[in-house]
């Protein structure tokens, strides 16, 4: 198997990433290869520190560079020698089995959406992410690939990304939980309301009815289905409070007890690594016809590590595989 | 003036309103009344416990009662002797200047639309919910009212919720946030993208951009403007998840030094007062043609008496004046 990684992706760039491809080699199989996708000095650079990177690590230069502020759909179109696009054409030929990247989301999703196109019977694709809660992780699906969807693409999210939530988490039968404003039926937005009947319908979802933001972090469900609008706020949110919260809890303990200041900083990291997304590796953009997983821009090492990890899991376990086969189920259903 | 209590809302009904009723008495002015609505025998059961209580509340009886679980439309319709509608009439018919309650949202907001009527100009009403952080509060608007939006109802939701944070933190000009996917013009849903121009074209409103989840927490901005349906997620989602956290955090901590539970236990109560919903006094129903302040099903009595402080507040400063007039200031200024 081949992965590409974008090396070019994340804040400390390419450093990060020639770390996290380094980490791999545990779980490579023989002749598994990491394709490292950038700028060739300042990976050489690194990789050079290493040995034996040879045998499961290999570079494929490219000269361009899509910076995070970038306008994705023009900077797919334009700039063809780029990591990212590179990389998703090497994708499209057969030369990787996945990628994946920690750069700019939009253009991840431009590049993937433009090289790979869509798997068969997918009507948008969407991104998936696992999220940490005291509950166990809960996959919360689109998180921004779509922001203005329709009742089908909510369905498909639900069906996909118990798929991968099955997939990586070992849930047999994820329940899934259509957000909303209300637990009762009469309650959400047109969308949410024409979405209920479509995952009710479908016998290969595990569908609780709504759920209410609160129910996140209750163990309410596996999965959540929101639009790529609500689940980007939601996503954004969650990262930023959980960082607040722990911050302020500490420092109320801090000041009410400075004696135990130590003790509490030790506590706090403790927390901080069990929560933190970098032992999640990324987020999977599901409906395109490969395997394209995406990185926080402030991945370290080990968030690319476990995204490579994630990325070689998901080809062994054909996970698009089976989607394609789930929604054409479901497609002759509602046909017959 | 006069204030309106439905003494059949809150989870422990009429318990909390009671004492809540009677807490307020330091900060009314002679004449002053609050009118509670509903079970007379229920309410003079606690009551009569309490000394000279006939100086400052007066009680209205009412039979029908709406439940949590009961339609909002269908109940304000059928149910005209319950709490929620008598005193809606009794607004509309200038016996109080505002009310309060703990009881359905969605009855609240019906029984408000239907017998108070908008303001003048208003194409929707809102709530708005001071939401605290630890850089302080944070009012976001809409949460829950109206859950499919179009740009003009999030532009005046911008307007309102100015007013209201000024009339309520002090800070003179509000600096307003369009909750959003990321920080740049181009990012956003339809809605979203539509609503920009409109914001920033209004010189009465502190426009600052697009902001993010992760903005709430970060103190970027004084309101947030958003959709009913993402304001509700979002506003469901702080509290499940602040209450998670903390209850986590503590945890870890306590595992770490379990000699030191007793003293983390005192600070979790600190914590957990600083931030409760309960010292922001509910959620005022902006936009409609009187006062209506709609509190947690859970408030108690401090609650209570914190959402008859501020509803006392806003008839005295005014806050619908301003509302109509700085709405059709704008509408001068666009026809200008």
Partial sequence: MRIGLDAMGTDRAPVEEVCGALECRPFLDAGDKI???GDEAAIRKHLDQADGWREFIEVRPTTQHIRMGDAPVEAVRTMLDSSIVVMAQMHRDGLVDACVSAGNTGACVAAAQMYL???RGVHRPG???LTPTFHGPVTICDVGANVNCRPQHLHQYGVMASIYARTVTGVQSPRVGLLSVGEED???NDLVKRTRELLRDDPNVNFIGNVE???LFRGACEVVVCDGFVGNVV???IEGMGASVIRGVLAELTAANPAHALEIKQAARTI???YDFNEYGGAPLLGVGGICIICHGASDHRGIMNALRVAKDLVKRQVNQQIVQQLSAGAEGANA
């Fill in 186 to 188: 009469a309650k959400g």
């Fill in 213 to 215: 933001g609160r129910d």
């Fill in 117 to 119: 196109r869509r798997l």
């Fill in 272 to 274: 901080v690594t069990k």
């Fill in 35 to 37: 394709v490292l996708v």
């Fill in 235 to 237: 996503l954004k949110l």
């Fill in 127 to 129: 991104i998936a992410v």
